[in-house]
């Protein structure tokens, strides 16, 4: 069935009171409204009323298997979703909400069973932005909400982005421009022994280990067989994956420029367009390369790259380039708290593909990909 999406525009610094007012009616009669978030934006609808929650699997054609996150204007509201909050959920709450981190905690019996795909357990946070805070407020629910993109694409950081994949699908996107951070929330489970991290995200964890010193982080991607009951669902590996395959390339620039200016007259005299999402520092590398160049953004601030990882990959889609090698980023020393979740969306982006620049079987393998 389609719908009319309607757009609104929203100055986060000047909230328009009454577009608010009709979004968070439109949240209460069970019907879907798209919102920025500081993170990407998200897909809310009621997270009490069942049928609303179903709505949201249905637009994004997301598995009922995959939970959604629950959003609070207020910690205060926690007890309204969840039981059996630990302590420590105060001083978590005190230094990092509103902010990119959720929690998983003991559901309450409220919460419509389908937003935890039937899980005990739900994932709460307090978003930061600004329009977000004003739709939570005004509508005084729990909402749940994923990202607002169809399931297994790149999630949305502009409401573009969400009415690329979802118009006609739900009733109303809030613009409130591009988000911030660009990257998903970190996901904490607070309900196993030690804590452990599903999801690197916003939130780093040298951060989060001031709060909880035994916090479990697997160094390398969670990865999750599709059909396996896992702790985390959405830990698929083929996921925020753009329409052409990714290849993820290791190894120093020039290693990486040698091999590159290597491969890609090979794709373009079979017809292949090559994408190539490089750092700015290497960007003079590839200025005649034959292929789409898109900017990584630069090595040296994790925060650009970020924000923009996403829109990227979505570009490059828009490009219609057959194959994307991405440099792989966030991998040094000096990497910092967003590294692990930059490491994490491009590995997923690339659906575990990475290759070093000296591997002699680079090219054979784009060309198997193409
Ligand atoms: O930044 C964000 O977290 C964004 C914005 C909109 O808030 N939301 C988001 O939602 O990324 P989504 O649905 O795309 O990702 C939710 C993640 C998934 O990996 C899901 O499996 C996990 O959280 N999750 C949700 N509920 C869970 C639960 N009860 N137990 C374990 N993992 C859970
Ligand atoms: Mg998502």
Redesign the pocket.
């Known amino acids: 069935m389609t719908v009319t999406t309607q757009v609104f525009h929203i100055d986060p610094g000047n909230i328009d009171d009454a577009a608010i007012a009709i979004a968070a009616q439109t949240l209460a009669a069970g019907r879907l409204v798209a919102f920025p978030?500081e993170?990407?934006y998200?897909l809310g609808a009621n997270a009490l009323d069942p049928a609303a929650v179903d709505r949201i699997f249905a637009a994004k054609q997301r598995p009922f298997t995959?939970?959604?996150?629950v959003?609070l204007a207020s910690a205060k509201q926690i007890d309204q979703v969840a039981v059996n909050v630990p302590g420590v959920i105060a001083a978590l709450a005190e230094r990092f909400w509103p902010g990119?981190l959720?929690l998983?905690l003991r559901r309450a019996a409220a919460v419509a069973p389908n937003v935890?795909a039937g899980?005990d357990?739900?994932?709460v946070?307090v978003?930061a932005h600004p329009v977000a805070h004003a739709l939570l407020a005004a509508c005084a629910l729990p909402i749940a909400?994923?990202?607002a993109n169809l399931f297994s694409r790149p999630?949305p950081t502009t409401a573009q982005h969400v009415l690329d994949d979802l118009s006609g699908r739900i009733d109303i996107v809030l613009d409130g421009g591009p988000t911030t951070i660009g990257l998903?929330?970190t996901?904490v489970?607070l309900t196993t022994h030690p804590p452990l991290l599903?999801?690197p995200?916003g939130v780093g964890v040298d951060a989060l280990r001031k709060l909880l010193p035994n916090l479990l982080a697997p160094d390398a991607p969670l990865v999750v067989a599709e059909t396996e009951a896992a702790?985390?669902?959405?830990?698929l590996l083929k996921h925020y994956s753009p329409q052409a395959p990714v290849v993820l390339l290791r190894g120093d620039a020039e290693a990486a420029r040698r091999c590159i200016h290597t491969i890609a007259p090979v794709l373009h005299e079979r017809g292949k367009r090559l994408g190539l999402l490089a750092p700015d520092e290497e960007f003079n590398n590839y200025a005649d390369l034959r292929a789409e160049v898109v900017s990584l953004g630069p090595t040296h601030d994790l925060a650009v790259i970020g924000r923009y990882l996403f829109a990227r990959l979505r570009e490059l889609d828009s490009l219609g380039v057959d194959v994307i090698v991405a440099r792989a980023v966030g991998e040094g020393d000096a990497a910092g708290e967003l590294s692990m979740a930059i490491r994490d969306r491009l590995f997923r982006a690339a659906e575990g593909r990475v290759l070093d620049a000296d591997d002699p079987h680079v090219l054979e393998l784009l060309l198997t990909l193409t």
């Open positions: 978030t993170t990407v998200g995959d939970p959604l996150i959003h990119p959720t998983v935890a899980r357990t739900v994932a946070r978003p909400a994923p990202s999630s998903e929330s996901v489970d599903l999801r995200g702790p985390s669902p959405g830990a």
